[in-house]
């Protein structure tokens, strides 16, 4: 399926600076600097961290600014946090949504700290007639023939929420350039599309936000007249660690055959997950994994089975299900932008 | 041209994992952790810093074991050096070579910090007969039918250069998992595929090495009949740093009329950069900038210029020459394989 991809120039272009996690990298509880993944949509813009200002304004009693000095300051609190960007599997559909082409790896798992939202906006103080809170990155683009910088809002609500947070930390170091230096959202629970990097600007607003990001991009549509609903938390995903040895050029598995060891995260923004069953014989029969408690309540747990591999060609999978009885489909479901796409993870093996 | 790509999904494959430096982070001397390229031929793997081992070994007077505490009590040095991929370049190739599909980014400076090869052959003592030495990772995979560890050599008399080493540290921090953690070979001025990650062995042999990196992969050849030349030491290329702002999708770039300070950055492994030349015509005329002094020997050195710019659509560029004479051709040479591909830089620019 996939020697069929016929991927643009544009989205080669797209893959070559924004990259996944190598699924090896599945072996790491947090994922080592330079291998979480990364979904820039314009470019890194250079920001000092001594400079740095954060503004809120808009519908509060107070509009206020921050230095990185005065976030460190307030409360600190670390939250461990598996993050993926909403186009994950986008590229594994047909006809292909033309984007940044993910198959499986868009995702990443981190320790972030900084200080809670809902403590920078009640030194503002929101308007009682407040419904929404904007996030305005410092990067800017051309997006849809429209010039913007990078914005997405939460509602009151889930701006609120403790575990929603300014991250100035990432795994203990400052947080590297591609990943919003020296300032960022983080919204546990929800694909990445939410957490602004660069964070230069919080407003408070009146009227429910339609930005371009969220009217326009980051909706799951049937069609282009379809107005669908907009994309927010993160559906359950299973990811297979790499087995045996690969293939330099089509990633395909070696395996010795015997006893193998499977092992595996998985993850799911609604909530727990509460099982992961792994197929050798594309999908035919299923096995419940031994699974392990996750890292953090919005972090991916890990999942272990053990194949007693005869010689022969395999296709081999693994599915979660949530706490919410979601589970993910054995192939893609499409749709127009190419968002929330979580099929089975299956993986080409050949046990000599 | 790039629209017309056609990227099979194998070749996808490996860009989501492999990945470019974002042309943005020409702006730093060193390239910050996660934004060096990457290409990576099987799987990062899982080694131990305080239990690994590099054996010292074949034709010589005393085979030899280090740790990594062994290795930091010899002389240490730091090396600032840019290193880029063999195939960067090899997508702009029409019929295009299919591996990793590199565009213009795959290259990356680094403060390196080791010992040199030379003090750990000289605790080895070659045989008189030592033609070559033999560097193998620890990484194994399948590459053209062949099971193999990575390994490349150098002659003898290179693998003595004083600068050729053995790094632990990137940087100033202990190597990431994905830069050969916890230790790597780096040889300043050649092409990515000599600096041997995961180090696990070094061996002297009598003979010239006939692996599979150096007689079916790295070779520039115009067929398969063709036996070609092997790739070694990098040839010219500059890059520019990215004007205004960019369009998401096409990467294109929008600029603001007036004077635009442009800038980037030029390298060769056979000598000093001499000349870095700018068009904004495609190549009808061409404008010398100012060179800075490189970083280091073995690194690449900043160029500026200004451009008095005019609304309109410019087709932006810019090409190096070094020391021997060797200068960017104005569009890609094509070989077999994809190597050593360095056309001019040419950037799609807007001013409105």
Redesign the interface.
Known sequence: ????????????????????M????L?YDLT?????Y?L?????P?LEAESHVLTVGGAVEDAVSFTLADLAALPQRTETVTLECAGNGR?LLRPRP??Q???F?AVGTAAWTGVSVSDVLEAAGPHSDAVEVVFTGAD????GGV?QAYQRSLTLEEARRREVMLATHMNGAPL????GAPLRLVVPGWYGMTSVKWLADISVVTEPFAGYQHEQAYRVRQSEEDRGRPVDRIQPRSLIQ?LG???????GR?VSPGEIGMTGRAWSGFGAVVGVEVSVDGGETWHESRLRPPLAEYAWCGWDWTWQAQPGHYRVGARAEDVTGRIQPLEPDWNLGGYEVNPVHWVDVEVR
């Open positions: 399926m996939l020697s069929e991809a016929g991927i643009t120039g544009e989205e080669l272009a797209l893959a070559a600076r924004n990259h996944g190598p699924l090896e990298a072996r080592p600097a330079g291998l979480h990364l820039i949509h314009y470019d890194i250079a590229a033309v984007s082409p993910w198959l790896e800017r683009g051309m997006e010039e590297l350039p591609q990943h790499p040895i690969p293939d330099f050029f089509t990633r070696v």
